[in-house]
């Protein structure tokens, strides 16, 4: 980058124009065209003039090589700062996940215990299997609309036709 591209980009970085910056002793707004246009070169008191305005060394402002380093360790160091943050974010919501799913298997296990509870209170103190090919023709269960602490259960069972063998 020539010192002409430096001066107007930290020129258009401060939000200056050639006027504005033409008002430092001795500099017009044609002599910073020259020298953005690189038919001219500014000398080193107007260098450091420049360098005031822009807030920067007179270093910066003649040698970008310098700049251009800094810029790619810092352009480094905030990858590694990103890459470290998604893999917290990550890790939060896995952590998210996994109670919630296990919040869900507690409350199926309630459900199943309750279901078991229901059976158990239907059919009272007899012995019976829950076997569903004996039992049942067809068993099907589903969990939906699952909100925030309320479940829906809907459960079909369709029985078969049930003969009770113990009293023979």
């Not at 910056?21 to 020259?34: A, D, M, N, V």
């Not at 974010?89 to 229901?118: H, T």
Request: proline share 2%; charged share 25%.
């Amino acid at each position: 980058m020539t010192l002409g591209e430096r001066i107007q980009k930290y020129r258009k970085m401060k939000g200056l124009s050639q006027e504005e910056l033409g008002k430092l002793p001795h500099i017009s707004r044609q002599t910073i065209s020259k020298w953005e246009s690189n038919q001219s070169s500014p000398d080193i008191q107007n260098c450091k003039a420049m360098a005031d305005v822009f807030g920067i060394s007179l270093e910066e402002l003649l040698d970008e090589s310098k700049k251009i380093k800094t810029d790619q360790s810092t352009n480094h160091r905030n990858m590694i700062i990103i890459f470290g943050i998604v893999i917290f974010l990550a890790f939060i919501m896995e952590s998210y996940v996994a109670v919630k799913m296990s919040e869900r298997m507690d409350a199926l296990e309630e459900a199943n215990s309750s279901l078991q509870q229901q059976i158990n209170d239907f059919y009272g103190d007899q012995p019976i299997s829950l076997d569903t090919n004996s039992i049942c023709s067809y068993f099907s269960g589903y969990i939906s609309d699952i909100k925030k602490d309320s479940y829906n259960i809907n459960i079909d069972l369709i029985l078969k036709n049930y003969q009770d063998n113990t009293t023979a």
